[in-house]
């Protein structure tokens, strides 16, 4: 997810995000911590990266991977705690003001 052009991170991310969206798959991820802080620590490093080269679409899906996250009440808790700054400060305004989609996440944050 990390590594690659805009489009095949867009992808693996895409593919993370159909994962979470089913049952099992969020709570295979959620079931142990290294699981979590695992897909918790790509999905931070990719949110870093997105700072230089900015890709409202990546984000889009980035953002619906943490919704999907929270969604489960352990790992809503850890994320409360890890969630990366850049999410909560500026950095992204104007990529979230531009998705009406997001309003629901800030509302999280």
Known sequence: MEMGSELSKTV???????????????????????????????LANMVAALAEQP?????????RCYLRLSDNP???DALR???????RDATFA???RVSS?????LAFV
Do not use: N, W
């Not at 089913?22 to 979590?36: H, K, N, S």
């Open 101 to 105: 989609f997001c309003l629901g996440f």
């Open 55 to 63: 890709s409202s679409r990546l984000l889009k899906h980035i953002i």
């Open 12 to 42: 693996a991310t895409f593919i993370v995000q159909k994962i979470l969206l089913d049952d099992v798959g969020l709570d295979y991820i959620c079931t142990t911590a290294e699981r979590f802080f695992a897909v918790g620590r790509v």
């Open 74 to 76: 352990r790992a809503c």
């Open 94 to 96: 104007s990529c979230l």
């Open 81 to 87: 705690s890890c969630l990366p700054d850049m999410l």
